[in-house]
Each structure stands twice: as C-alpha cells, then as structure tokens.
C-alpha cells in the first residue's frame, strides 16, 4: 500500500516552454501533498506544500508564478514549471502524506 | 526541526550488519526520529521511525540513545540493494489533516560491497 506516482518520469522541453508534471497516490487519499526538487549530488529541498482545494504554500526562495501547483482532488496534485529555462533543469519529486510521507519516483527535467 | 548530523559515507559487506549513527542533540521532547533511504535516481523511501523506544519492523532496527541525543539505524544483513543514501530526520508527529515537513540533510551514503 501507499504507492504514489509521478507522470511523466522523465521530460525534455525546450526553453520557454511550459512543463507539467501530474503526483497521483494510488491506493489513498492525501490531504496533504508535497513538491521537492534536487539538483544532482545535492539533497532534496522542499518546494511547497500542498493541500487539497487550497493554495498551495510556497518555502522561501521558490516563485510561486513560475511553479504553479494545483491540488485538485485527494489524489491528485500537479506541478506546472512555467517558462522554463535551463536553470529549472531538475530531479522533481513529490510526496503524499496520509500517516507518513510517501514518495513518487521522481520526473526528471531537462530543459534545452 | 532539530538539526541532525551523519557521516557523509560508510561501506559495508554483503550480508554482514551497517549500522549507520546519526546525531541530534538538539532533538526536543515531542520530537520524533525517522529515516528514509534514496536508491539512485529514485523518491526516498520510508524505513522506520522511532519517539524513545527500539523500533524494529521488516527493514530495519533504530535504536535511540535514552537521552535521545542520538540513534542508531540498523540493516541486520546488507545486500548489495541496500546501497543508497540514508536520511536521518528529525521532526514532529504527523497528525491526521496536519502539514508537516520533513527537512532532509546530505545523509550518509552507504555502500554495500560484494
């Protein structure tokens, strides 16, 4: 139990462009979900925090115009990385909670 | 969230036990310690989690210092699977409908040799 998934795994855009990548939990409701990102031989940095039907909350430091979430249902949470450059180019990874954290694969992002 | 300290690496043989420390000396009462690994390229994985008591399940054991200033992760027989990084974290209880963060340090690198 507690699998959550990431869609897709792995995701090369051009830069400008918008990418969009889909956090679903398989086998339970979270009301909670988050976005984390890390950068090759770094650890993982939090991103936001999710809640279902709310805003998102953004940690320090991360453009909440650039990376759009939507938590639109109790499975569902995305992560929209807008005009993306090759700065954004990233390991994202999201995790939803319902008594711990569990996480999803991971997508990889490079942007050209 | 208390800050916790681990060594960067450690090695260990296949089939023999790693025991991976981690230090947090600031922890506080209500504060619970739980681990995650990360196998390269993948999300971390949740091990076990622990407030004062030895904790044991199918993965693994943590022990916690009585003064709780430190723990111990235990994997009784390594295998080569087991090579991933080990997080060692630090925070407060879940609880249901609740945000929560987990703050994830440079952990310890653990390499299982054949």
């Known amino acids: 139990g507690a699998v959550v998934s990431q869609h897709p795994s792995w995701v090369i855009c051009k830069s400008g462009t918008s990418v969009k990548i889909e956090c679903r939990s398989l086998d339970f409701q979270a009301t909670t979900m988050f976005w984390y990102r890390q950068f090759p031989k770094q650890s993982l940095m939090l991103m936001a925090t999710s809640n279902e039907g709310s805003k998102a909350t953004y940690e320090q430091g991360v453009e909440k115009d650039k990376f759009l979430i939507n938590h639109a249902s109790l499975t569902l949470s995305t992560l929209t990385v807008t005009s993306a450059h090759p700065e954004d180019s990233s390991f994202y990874i999201c995790?939803?909670?319902?008594?711990?954290?569990?996480f999803g694969p991971g997508t990889r992002l490079t942007v050209t | 969230d208390a800050k916790t300290t681990q060594p960067p690496s450690m090695d260990c043989a296949e089939g023999r036990a790693a025991n991976l420390p981690c230090n947090h000396s600031?922890?506080?009462?209500?504060?619970?310690v739980y681990w995650y690994r990360q196998i390269h390229s993948q999300g971390p994985q949740y091990i076990i989690h622990?407030?004062?008591n030895n904790e044991t399940n199918e993965m693994a054991s943590l022990i916690i210092t009585e003064d709780r200033k430190s723990s111990t992760l235990i994997l009784p027989h390594a295998t080569l699977r087991d090579t991933a990084v080990y997080y060692c974290i630090v925070r407060g209880l879940f609880s249901g409908g609740s945000n929560y963060k987990l703050t994830f340090g440079k952990g310890t690198l653990l390499t299982v040799n054949p």
């Open positions: 600031t922890i506080s009462g209500n504060e619970y």
């Open positions: 995790s939803a909670s319902i008594d711990e954290q569990y």
């Open positions: 622990g407030l004062k």
